[in-house]
């Protein structure tokens, strides 16, 4: 699937969701990734994060335009850099599903930018980039997540019962599945 970053960027006037890659961006996301909470959510990414797992993360970003997915944003407020949002498109029987991720700095959280972020790349998932289905995947425990995504409109669709270890949390996650389709905006 070929997915090209809106141009012009995505924007509510309040955030705007760019491709990661601009000056001051591997600062930004060397100190958000050592956060504890996000490390903690996101046990996937390195612990502890260095500005060479944020540079790397960056070229991943490039060559997921490149070549359509995943598709990965900055949160910017202001100027400045604050958050992630990215869309990952599932193919084979899943093709038109597209599953949404995000997070948010410490300094930039409980402010609503993460739900219009959201909203912003729902949209342009579902209405520009072909999307059928966009769903997102949340830590039951992780109540910010789940108001994120009840605030910008998914329908909560279950829990999928320990479906994944966290290793840096030693459990078992229970994941809220969350979707969104086009008739839904």
């Known amino acids: 699937m070929a997915v090209r970053p809106p141009d012009p960027?995505?924007?509510?006037?309040?955030?705007?969701?760019?491709?990661?890659?601009?000056p001051g961006d591997v600062e930004v996301l060397t100190a958000a990734c050592n956060d504890r909470a996000i490390a903690e959510f996101l046990d996937q990414i390195p612990w502890?994060?260095?500005e060479e797992d944020a540079?790397?993360?960056?070229e991943l970003c490039r060559i997921g335009?490149?070549?359509?997915s995943p598709t990965n944003f900055a949160i910017v407020e202001a100027g400045d850099a604050v958050g992630a949002i990215g869309v990952r498109w599932l193919d084979g029987l899943d093709a038109g599903t597209a599953e949404v991720g995000y997070w948010m700095s410490p300094e930039a959280r409980g402010r609503?930018?993460?739900?219009?972020a959201l909203r912003l790349v729902s949209r342009w998932a579902l209405e520009e980039a072909g999307a059928?289905?966009?769903?997102l995947r949340a830590d039951e425990v992780n109540v910010a997540s789940n108001r994120v995504a009840q605030k910008a409109g998914f329908t909560?669709?279950?829990v999928l019962r320990s479906s994944r270890y966290n290793a840096r949390l030693n459990r078992r996650v229970d994941f809220v599945m969350y979707s969104?389709?086009?008739g839904e905006l």
């Open 9 to 22: 960027p995505l924007t509510d006037r309040v955030v705007e969701l760019r491709p990661w890659g601009e």
């Open 55 to 58: 540079r790397a993360y960056i």
């Open 48 to 50: 502890p994060y260095t």
């Open 156 to 158: 909560r669709e279950g």
């Open 65 to 68: 335009w490149r070549q359509g």
């Open 132 to 135: 059928q289905r966009l769903q």
């Open 180 to 182: 969104l389709l086009p």
């Open 112 to 116: 609503g930018l993460c739900s219009r």
